[in-house]
């Protein structure tokens, strides 16, 4: 299975993934490590998009 994620192409490799460690996951724990992956990558990109967009705080009395 392929996606994409912020214009990158990301595989999946549901049977067999290797953590950032080089520990050889079982399905259940590689899919849990690549979910946490993607929300730690999607938290990271919508920070910098918060960073690179002005601030528009208008408060009125």
Same mark, same amino acid.
């Given at each position: 299975?392929?996606?994409?994620?912020? #214009?990158?192409?990301?595989?999946?490799?549901?049977?067999?993934?290797?953590?950032? #460690? #080089?520990?050889?996951?079982?399905?259940?724990?590689?899919?849990?490590?690549?979910t946490?992956?993607?929300s730690?990558?999607?938290?990271?990109?919508?920070?910098?998009?918060?960073?690179?967009?002005?601030? +528009?705080?208008?408060? +009125?009395?």
């Amino acid at each position: 299975m392929e996606s994409q994620l912020s #214009g990158q192409k990301v595989s999946v490799i549901s049977y067999i993934c290797h953590n950032s #460690g #080089g520990q050889l996951l079982k399905r259940c724990q590689s899919e849990m490590w690549l979910t946490a992956q993607l929300s730690i990558y999607g938290e990271a990109a919508q920070s910098e998009r918060l960073r690179n967009e002005a601030d +528009f705080l208008i408060v +009125f009395r």
